[in-house]
């Protein structure tokens, strides 16, 4: 039986640090222990990235396959030069532009990471957030901090508090709820080894955004095309990921068309008996009235879908919804990470 402990859950504003409970937090974090925190993108489960039992802990309370690497956070550029062997130039420059931010990048690291943290590669994922707790806790513990996603592993990330009591009461040491984040979904994580920097997992920085700064950048193979055959770069991609207990059907093609398809799938799926919902946008709400829908956002801004993704498929289980019929929306910006987790969290696409 796998132990249970106590979880402390605290509240704390992201624009007021109370900074006695990121004491008692950097303590936890100091001791060997796992707290839970906000940032920009989703909520992450930190452990002190230097103590390999630490670090354990994590893993085991997600569930985690042991070969998936983790992303190491530091509070201030210079510490990069801990972790990391000789510091590319493409790197000080992504990180003049980008850092604090939701840009994860991968770099030959130093000894001082271990294979535990990196999986055996030879390379480390360094991420600088913006969250205010989350730097608050960094620096107060004085460690580089180990967080991935705060979900149990294969389930949507937590973008609120409610999620990671879900799947981590009892886990963790502590939960720090600093309310919804604003992203909502996870950082891109960039190979910067090379001479041209390669996208291997696209998130709020986007492909367009990188080569304003080094003037190029590709995607890697893995992550334009869902071809079991291309092995990804970031071996947490090769995982099912994201996915809530219900089957996720993701159609493409214009809206319309989308839109058709959807409400006759809706009514054969709901005559076979089963509990099926539509995860809509406020453009298209108006097409399925008196169907069971969520509205994940506005397809004018981008953010607003961003943010509420993962929210939207889990309040779709808290409903029992046995079938999800999700839109797609155009790969353009934040519009690429929005379509690679849809991609991810569904089983089938129908292309119209
Ligand atoms: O926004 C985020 O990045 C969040 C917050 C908490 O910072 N964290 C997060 O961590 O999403 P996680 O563990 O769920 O995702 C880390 C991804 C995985 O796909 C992993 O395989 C990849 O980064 N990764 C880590 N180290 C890597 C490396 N050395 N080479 C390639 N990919 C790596
Ligand atoms: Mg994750």
Same mark, same amino acid.
């Given at each position: 039986?796998?132990?249970?402990?106590? !979880?402390?859950?605290?509240?704390?504003?992201?624009?007021? &640090?109370?900074?006695?409970? #990121? *004491? @008692?937090?950097?303590?936890? $974090?100091?001791?060997?222990?796992?707290?839970?925190?906000?940032?920009e993108t989703v909520y992450g489960i930190g452990a002190d990235a230097l103590n390999d039992e630490a670090v354990d802990k994590i893993f085991s309370a997600k569930g985690?396959?042991?070969?998936?690497?983790?992303?190491?956070?530091?509070a201030d550029f210079d510490e990069l030069?801990?972790?990391?062997?000789?510091?590319?130039?493409?790197?000080?420059?992504?990180?003049?532009?980008?850092?604090?931010?939701?840009?994860?990048?991968?770099l030959y690291k130093k000894?001082?990471?271990?294979?535990?943290?990196?999986?055996?590669?030879? !390379?480390?994922?360094?991420?600088?957030?913006?969250?205010? &707790?989350?730097?608050?806790? #960094? *620096? @107060?513990?004085?460690?580089? $901090?180990?967080?991935p996603s705060a979900n149990i592993s294969g389930k949507p990330s937590p973008t609120e508090a409610s999620h990671v009591i879900e799947d981590l009461m009892g886990k963790v040491d502590m939960i720090i709820d600093g309310g919804s984040t604003e992203i909502g979904l996870e950082s891109t994580v960039a190979d910067i080894t090379g001479d041209v920097a390669v996208i291997l997992r696209p998130g709020g920085i986007t492909m367009e955004d990188i080569v304003s700064v080094l003037g190029d950048c590709k995607?890697?193979?893995?992550?334009?095309?869902?071809?079991?055959?291309?092995?990804?770069?970031?071996?947490?991609?090769?995982?099912?990921?994201?996915?809530?207990?219900?089957?996720? &059907?993701?159609?493409?093609?214009?809206? @319309?068309?989308?839109a058709r398809k959807i409400n006759e799938d809706y009514e054969k799926i709901q005559s076979e008996g089963k509990r099926v919902g539509i995860m809509s946008t406020v453009q298209t709400e108006n097409y399925y009235r008196g169907k069971v829908t969520i509205s994940c956002g506005d397809r004018t801004n981008l953010l607003t879908i961003s943010s509420?993704?993962?929210?939207?498929?889990?309040?779709?289980?808290?409903?029992?919804?046995e079938v999800i019929l999700a839109e797609s929306v155009d790969e353009e910006g934040l519009g690429k990470a929005i379509m690679n987790r849809l991609g991810k969290a569904s089983s089938e696409t129908i292309n119209l």
């Amino acid at each position: 039986m796998e132990e249970i402990i106590k !979880t402390k859950i605290v509240k704390m504003d992201p624009e007021n &640090i109370d900074w006695h409970i #990121i *004491k @008692e937090a950097a303590e936890i $974090i100091n001791k060997g222990g796992v707290v839970v925190f906000p940032t920009e993108t989703v909520y992450g489960i930190g452990a002190d990235a230097l103590n390999d039992e630490a670090v354990d802990k994590i893993f085991s309370a997600k569930g985690r396959p042991q070969d998936n690497p983790l992303i190491v956070h530091i509070a201030d550029f210079d510490e990069l030069h801990d972790l990391i062997e000789d510091v590319p130039d493409n790197a000080v420059k992504l990180a003049e532009k980008y850092w604090p931010g939701p840009l994860t990048m991968i770099l030959y690291k130093k000894n001082i990471l271990s294979d535990k943290i990196t999986a055996g590669l030879d !390379t480390a994922a360094i991420r600088l957030p913006v969250s205010k &707790i989350a730097l608050a806790l #960094i *620096k @107060e513990s004085g460690k580089p $901090i180990a967080a991935p996603s705060a979900n149990i592993s294969g389930k949507p990330s937590p973008t609120e508090a409610s999620h990671v009591i879900e799947d981590l009461m009892g886990k963790v040491d502590m939960i720090i709820d600093g309310g919804s984040t604003e992203i909502g979904l996870e950082s891109t994580v960039a190979d910067i080894t090379g001479d041209v920097a390669v996208i291997l997992r696209p998130g709020g920085i986007t492909m367009e955004d990188i080569v304003s700064v080094l003037g190029d950048c590709k995607y890697d193979p893995a992550i334009i095309k869902c071809d079991e055959k291309i092995i990804p770069k970031s071996p947490g991609q090769k995982y099912r990921h994201y996915s809530p207990r219900a089957k996720v &059907i993701l159609y493409k093609g214009k809206t @319309e068309d989308i839109a058709r398809k959807i409400n006759e799938d809706y009514e054969k799926i709901q005559s076979e008996g089963k509990r099926v919902g539509i995860m809509s946008t406020v453009q298209t709400e108006n097409y399925y009235r008196g169907k069971v829908t969520i509205s994940c956002g506005d397809r004018t801004n981008l953010l607003t879908i961003s943010s509420n993704l993962f929210k939207c498929l889990r309040d779709f289980d808290h409903m029992g919804t046995e079938v999800i019929l999700a839109e797609s929306v155009d790969e353009e910006g934040l519009g690429k990470a929005i379509m690679n987790r849809l991609g991810k969290a569904s089983s089938e696409t129908i292309n119209l």
